[in-house]
């Protein structure tokens, strides 16, 4: 299994990622423009978890875009509103 990272390292901007269906622990930092994310098929879900770190952060810079579409995002770490 290749890490979404390392497709997103390796794609040129203009890209459509297709992605398996699987649980991801990584940081996604996507600075290409035109970069889309997505599962490989409507039967496959992404899940992408992070335990303190933004599940994704997207800097492409202005009047550029990135889309993700049907990625489901868990933020694991501690709850601010519960925890000291």
Known sequence: ?????????????????????????????????????????????????QNENPCIVIDVGEGNVCTINNIKMMLKGPNRDQDP
């Not at 992605?19 to 879900?45: D, R």
């Open 1 to 49: 299994m290749q890490s979404i990272s390392g497709a997103i390292a390796s794609a040129s901007s203009n890209t459509v990622i297709k992605i398996t269906g699987e649980i991801y622990t990584e940081e996604l930092v996507i600075t290409k423009p035109n970069i889309t994310l997505e599962p490989k098929s409507e039967a496959h879900e992404v899940i992408l978890i």
